[in-house]
């Protein structure tokens, strides 16, 4: 087949499942067009049967803001043409489905076509695309798709009824590279974060508000006033500073280590004891799988996909939005039972390798393009 995808390139779950998967299909003898404005970070070294397509936008001085969903229509319409493109596949809808509608209307003044998949991945349902002024045109673009697939059953229904959709949803989880993410013992890391035996917490995410990463830090200011314990957090956005006054406040500079973008995360998940994720809305929480499939439980909140994820009391525990003094309990729990930590640690690793794998996972999208390819 001849698949372009087209992804947010930078940091985010979205992007990183597009590249995945890209990468993945390339593998297998698929040819791959990637159509975005930068080429997706995970796409690091060269792979056969990838292709890139960059989309420029153009910056006329009348045009006071960038007109990109125009653009990326434009660039598809050229990839598809010109590279004979069986399927779009574009992740996150708002603009990419839009734009995808778009140079599908074009192609059909031609009398050619080309099958639209989107996939949904989280707050362009949950969030941006329940703005007024979105919904109408989410929900076109989910409509004139060929096909749709959501992350996570959760969100498959948020995106019917709030955006009171007939057609099919197919739910399609996403994935992890299980031989890459793995329990490893980085010992020089530990002993360097956690010098004194300290226990080790550890979160990742792009900081924006939806995270709720200072919820780690009230988790962390309950935990370490029992156990002595270090707050590993891996990655940068909006709220990364308003975190940062929160630790100096409460004089827990030695404990939490503030480490920015980091790229090999598969090196660094495995260090930490407990991984805590206690995001406000969370349409799946691929972090969460990473650090499971390098075998630590997951402490989270209870919303959105995170339950169809997190088995509560095996392979971690889910608490309300919000309920820090809970998560800490649950965490205080694991740390002090040896036996408790490593049976969940075990289980989810399982649970990662027998669900989410990727090698269970690309299989159902590939049926599904076949499907599409077939209507
Ligand atoms: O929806 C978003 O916030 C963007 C997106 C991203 O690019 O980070 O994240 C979502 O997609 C991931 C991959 O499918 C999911 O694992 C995340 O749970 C989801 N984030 C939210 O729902 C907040």
Redesign the pocket.
């Known amino acids: 087949m001849k698949i372009g995808i087209t992804c947010?390139p930078t940091?985010?779950?979205?992007?990183?499942?597009a590249t995945e998967l890209g990468k993945e299909l390339a593998l297998l003898g698929h040819e791959v067009h990637f159509i975005s404005y930068a080429l997706p970070h995970r796409l690091v070294s060269f792979i056969e049967n990838i292709f890139y397509h960059e989309v420029e936008v153009s910056n006329y001085p009348l045009f006071e803001h960038q007109l990109y969903g125009l653009s990326l229509a434009s660039k598809m319409l050229e990839v598809i043409e010109y590279e004979q493109l069986d399927i779009i596949h574009v992740?996150?809808a708002i603009p990419h489905a839009t734009s995808a509608y778009l140079a599908k209307q074009i192609l059909k003044k031609n009398n050619s076509d080309i099958k639209i998949i989107t996939?949904l991945?989280?707050?362009?349902?949950?969030?941006v695309g329940l703005e007024p002024s979105f919904l109408p045109l989410v929900k076109l673009s989910i409509e004139e798709s060929d096909g749709v697939t959501s992350?996570?059953r959760y969100?498959k229904e948020k995106t019917l009824t709030n955006y009171h959709i007939d057609s099919d949803i197919e739910v399609i989880n996403?994935f992890v590279d299980t031989e890459l993410y793995k329990p490893i013992c980085n010992t020089k890391f530990k002993n360097h974060i956690a010098p004194n035996g300290e226990k080790i917490l550890i979160h990742t995410s792009?900081f924006?508000p939806?995270?709720r990463v200072c919820d780690t830090i009230k988790i962390l200011e309950i935990v370490n006033k029992e156990i002595p314990t270090k707050l590993v957090l891996i990655g940068d956005g909006p709220d990364r500073s308003k975190c940062e006054r929160s630790v100096k406040e409460k004089g827990l500079e030695k404990q939490v280590i503030f480490m920015g973008k980091q790229d090999g995360l598969e090196d660094l998940l495995s260090v930490g004891d407990i991984f805590l994720m206690p995001?406000q809305?969370?349409?799946?929480?691929?972090?969460a799988?990473e650090a499971m499939a390098c075998g630590l439980p997951v402490i989270s909140s209870s919303v959105?996909?995170l339950p169809e994820l997190i088995v509560h009391n095996k392979t971690g525990y889910i608490a309300e939005f919000g309920d820090v003094e809970r998560m800490a309990k649950y965490t205080l729990e694991l740390l002090r039972n040896e036996k408790k930590i490593s049976s969940f640690a075990k289980y989810s690793r399982k649970r990662a390798v027998e669900q989410f794998d990727k090698k269970l996972i690309i299989p159902q999208y590939i049926n599904y393009y076949e499907k599409v390819l077939e209507k």
């Open positions: 947010y940091y985010g779950g979205s992007g990183i499942v992740h996150y996939t991945h989280g707050t362009d349902i949950t969030l992350v996570s969100l996403n792009n924006r939806v995270k995001s809305s969370e349409s799946f929480g691929l972090a799988l959105g996909g």
